[in-house]
């Protein structure tokens, strides 16, 4: 009689775990995946087209040229075509050129390119000529966001308290990524639930666009799966053509719930006729976890095929370098494009990457050496703490390894399944 008793509470037990462990419902976002990048593609190709007529090989027509510019890094947004990105460089090359006044915001616009491009120091080096004109709050936020991925971050938040104001949504969303880079979660989320509240009363639905998918990235990091869930849901509510939300999704499908298949079904859908690359390498470790050997292939073929084109210049640079040295097992290779990524972007990320490829080069003291220096209390990214923990049991400190362990075993939802088994072995 006991024993039937035990076993019934485990049954109970195990069911209540189970329902616990769903949160996605496709019902949320079926009516979401019928929309095709053709028709808002077309519709802002007739716009570009417009200001295209206004704009001739000699041509000083600022605002044909600013307003070509901003519809083509639309098309960029709304397609990952880099081509489009491209053409909206060269339009605010142009602008920034001849103008005469105001050129500050040409220089801005300009820099945000650069900037989407990974091309962070050019960023700077237009913002330079301006960088004393602390009342221009546009200008400080650019410089903020450019600091910050240059791994300034003394400078960064110099920036910060030049346009320090607990009202505005802009000061919000910064304040709240430099208080993630200090790995105070808990301030981040704080301040983008503000942040989330100043866009409702604005009722503006980009800013609730940027709220929402943030929100939803920081509560997958606190654990609170539920939360995060929602907010890729609302924005989709609102942008149903948003990408990021539905990547989103498919990552508690795969990494929360352990659904892998449905995870890859839905990026299918989600991301067809506008994926960037990165969106195939999710695919591809997704394929991969299926044991799809020859689907996964497939992604990481159409991964390459993208990146060939050297218009994407250094912007997945750091994600090649992973390629290079997980997947093709080339750690020189990867190394060389490490040490690149450094150069260009000096974070602490940038130096666990380097660090990585040389402790899988061979030369485990080194990889402590750029470990110990850049990396350690520097940053609280699980993926560079992981990297620090391998390293540390490469060198035979244990100790050290394990205490990232507890801690990564906490982060295993946002690594993935993938690393599970590596964190693990630590």
């Known amino acids: 009689m006991r024993s039937l008793l035990v076993m019934i509470v485990m049954v109970i037990f195990t069911a209540c775990s189970n329902k616990e462990q769903v949160v996605v419902s496709p019902s949320d976002y079926e009516q979401f995946l019928t929309e095709t990048v053709s028709d808002k593609e077309s519709k802002l190709r007739e716009t570009v087209d417009f200001w295209n007529t206004k704009i001739k090989s000699d041509s000083i027509q600022l605002t044909a040229l600013s307003s070509a ?51 962070f120091k050019e960023a700077k080096k237009v913002l330079l000529p301006y960088e004393t004109m602390t009342s221009v709050n546009a200008l400080q936020y650019i410089l903020f ?35 993630d880079y200090k790995g105070n979660l808990a301030a981040t989320i704080r301040y983008m639930e503000k942040a989330l509240k100043k866009a409702e009363s604005a009722n503006n639905q980009s800013l609730l666009v940027w709220a929402y998918t943030n929100l939803g990235d920081y509560y997958g990091h606190d654990g609170r799966i539920k939360d995060s869930y929602d907010s890729y849901v609302k924005t989709l509510e609102i942008a149903p053509d948003n990408v990021y939300a ?56 159409a991964y390459e095929n993208l990146i060939a084109n050297t218009d994407y210049g250094v912007m997945y640079d750091h994600h090649n370098a992973f390629v290079l040295i997980d997947d093709y097992n080339n750690p020189k290779i990867g190394k060389e494009l490490a040490e690149k990524e450094v150069i260009n972007r000096p974070t602490p990320g940038s130096y666990a990457l380097l660090a990585y490829a040389t402790l899988k080069a061979g030369d485990e003291e080194k990889a402590l050496e750029i470990v110990n220096e850049f990396v ?30 507890k801690e990564l075993i906490d982060a295993t939802f946002e690594l993935g399944p993938s690393y599970e088994k590596e964190i693990q072995k630590l």
Not at 154 to 164: G, I, P, Q, S, W
Request: proline share 2%.
């Open 69 to 119: 510019a901003q519809v083509y890094s639309q098309i960029f947004k709304h397609t990952n075509n880099i081509k489009y990105l491209k053409n909206a460089e060269k339009c605010l090359l142009k602008a920034f050129d001849v103008s005469a006044i105001k050129k500050e915001s040409f220089a801005m616009a300009l820099a945000q390119n650069y900037i989407t491009q990974h091309r």
């Open 145 to 179: 966001d450019i600091n910050m991925e240059l791994g300034n971050y003394v400078e960064a938040e110099m920036n910060l308290n030049n346009f320090k104001n607990p009202s505005d949504f802009n000061y919000l969303i910064r304040v709240a990524k430099y208080s």
């Open 246 to 301: 539905k990547k989103g999704v498919a990552w508690i499908l795969y990494s929360y719930e352990k659904k892998p298949a449905e995870a890859l079904a839905l990026l299918e859908s989600a991301t067809n006729g506008r994926r960037a690359p990165d969106h195939y390498l999710l695919m591809g470790e997704i394929a991969k976890s299926l044991h799809d050997d020859e689907q996964s292939k497939k992604y990481m073929t």
């Open 376 to 405: 350690v209390d520097k940053t609280y990214e699980p993926a560079a703490q992981l990297i620090a923990a391998k390293i540390y049991k490469a060198n035979y400190l244990n100790e050290k390894a394990s205490t990232l362990k």
